[in-house]
């Protein structure tokens, strides 16, 4: 039997990775502070309470213990993987997407965006003038590596589902749950932006559990296999919840009730690549992204985030409805007030364009 320490394991993705674990046969260890013991967590498992960013809490609440496997999700990754030298067999690790030169900060390319899709071979942040969350990241991945050659690391984007920590579908779900008729978008909510269901994200670890000797000595980029558009996320809880929303579409700069749907002072996309994580150690979607949006939706309206709760400042929506009404109010009144333009030759979307109101077909029937 696999003797696997799984430090952290209490969050969003960690309920489902310790669960995955036991059902591969683990005798599952997990070490965390204490603070939130979840009811999810399997009853039959060790916890080791003490602080995974404290190196002395650690080492006193370690011992001379060793495992077969370590998983860490969560502590001072860098300083933890620097620990386990010589306790542990295999290292498994996660980390975050924002080590991705680009990620976070768009304007270090021009024109403005990082690059679509962006894989693992691409430059992570090289100077903390670059992004100094970014700069961090990627310090600690080379860290990580250079203590435990063989390690596997998994890169997380934004997660969402049950529990998570950035509830970007609050900003919908709760609009709808207070009476709300329109929502405001960016340039027709057309930013595509990666996101992880818990489960998914949960899933892509386990493949590199599954496959050590593929994993070995890797980054991985992880995400849902489809990347939604704002607009698509949007669509889908509000059919799932079965509301009337009017999507009121507006410039980037005007459209501040947006920002944290976007969660970037920018309309770029933030695609990653994730085909070595399918290719190399065969991961799919346990959970299709629209389906997923749907499930993470009905759960926040049966457990709704209190006005003004962590979570709502994490977000950084005010619900601010009468501002949002002055805002659309105006804009609709501008775009009211527009003279008519005609053209003396109307665009066309191209003649290569064969789709519906393309170019009409030149014979009537198709002949084998």
Not at 64 to 74: F, G, H, Q
Not at 120 to 140: C, L, N
Not at 174 to 192: E, N
Request: some cysteine.
């Amino acid at each position: 039997m696999t003797r696997t320490l799984v430090i952290g394991g209490t969050g969003p993705t960690g309920i489902h990775l310790v669960r995955g674990l036991m059902d591969r046969g683990h005798e599952v260890v997990i070490l965390h502070r204490g603070t939130h013991e979840r009811p999810e967590t399997p009853a039959d498992i060790e916890h080791i309470h003490a602080d995974p960013y404290d190196m002395e809490s650690l080492a006193e609440a370690m011992g001379d213990r060793t495992w077969d496997l370590t998983v860490v999700m969560y502590g001072r990754l860098r300083r933890i993987a620097e620990f386990m030298v010589g306790r542990t067999e295999r290292f498994v690790s996660v980390g975050g997407v924002p080590a991705i030169r680009g990620w976070m900060n768009p304007w270090l390319f021009t024109p403005e965006g990082l690059p679509v899709p962006v894989s693992e071979s691409a430059p992570v942040v090289a100077s903390p003038e670059e992004d100094e969350k970014g700069f961090r990241v990627a310090r600690t991945e080379e860290f990580v590596f250079a203590n435990q050659p063989n390690a596997a690391h998994f890169r997380y984007p934004y997660a969402y589902g049950p529990l998570q920590v950035v509830p970007r579908e609050w900003s919908i779900v709760r609009r709808i749950l207070d009476g709300r008729r329109q929502i405001v978008v960016a340039g027709d909510g057309l930013t595509l932006h990666h996101h992880g269901y818990t489960e998914n994200l949960a899933h892509a670890v386990l493949c590199g559990v599954d496959h050590p000797e593929a994993a070995a000595g890797l980054a991985f980029n992880c995400g849902d296999d489809e990347v939604l558009t704002i607009r698509q996320v949007i669509e889908i809880i509000a059919k799932e919840l079965g509301a009337e929303l009017e999507i009121v579409s507006m410039p980037f700069e005007l459209a501040v009730p947006a920002r944290p749907l976007l969660a970037q002072p920018s309309p770029t996309h933030r695609v990653l690549d994730t085909s070595l994580l399918q290719t190399r150690l065969g991961y799919r979607d346990l959970v299709p992204a629209r389906e997923a949006v749907a499930r993470t939706a009905r759960w926040l309206v049966e457990n709704p985030i209190a006005p003004g709760a962590p979570e709502e400042y994490v977000l950084t929506d005010p619900f601010d409805y009468a501002a949002e009404d002055q805002l659309i109010s105006s804009w609709q009144t501008a775009i009211a007030s527009m003279p008519p333009v005609t053209f003396a030759v109307t665009p066309g979307v191209g003649l290569a364009y064969s789709g519906p109101g393309g170019r009409p077909r030149t014979q009537a029937t198709f002949d084998n």
